[in-house]
């Protein structure tokens, strides 16, 4: 194996994985928002990182087989995941009708406002991990492509694809407070809440129509 062949494998799963992740979703509306309240960054944005990595090591070890052999456990998780991202949605529905729910993006030092770590990473989580897609992509996909570039070059081609999946959720996370003078008004978190309310039941009932 020559050093030509490591970069173009370990570039190529870059932008593989940043054309796959870089995409307006459930999780990365879930980030945004988290990033421009400023709660909890750090933590959901190795949550989310280290999901990918995982996904993505799954891939290339094969993972992805078991998954076209087994497509039952797809369709479970599908309908599953389909129910989720309508309830979240819904959920964002109503912060628009209740303005008194909204807060500034800038919580107080009193942390009022602020939502709890666990409730955070549990959101997080089950965003990444009761979405499909994320297997059929992350898994599937990107397995199937990294196996595809020889011995030994399969994990180059996962490192890259972990890489992009590092610098876009930092960018997405830490990069949002930029948008905090934006959001400090009500209006922009309607604005906001009503693009992922429309974002989640769009995606929850394309799952459930298989689409």
Known sequence: MNSPDVFHAAGLGLGTGLALIV???AQNAFVLRQGIRGEHIGAIVAVCAISDAALIAAGVL???AL????PAAVVV????GAAFL???GVMAARRILKPQALVSAEPGPSGAGRSGLAAALATVMALTWLNPHVYLDTVLLLGS???????GLQWW???GAMLGSVLWFCSLGFGAKLL??????PASWRFLDGGIAVTMVGLGVGLALGS
Request: hydrophobic share 50%; no cysteine; glycine share 18%.
């Open 77 to 80: 998780l599908r309908y599953v």
């Open 157 to 159: 081609f996962g490192a």
């Open 23 to 25: 995409a307006i979703g």
């Open 180 to 185: 905090r003078g934006f959001f400090a008004r």
């Open 67 to 70: 998954l076209t052999a087994a």
């Open 62 to 64: 094969g993972t992805g």
């Open 145 to 151: 492509v990294a196996n595809a570039q020889g011995p």
């Open 86 to 88: 309508v309830t979240y």
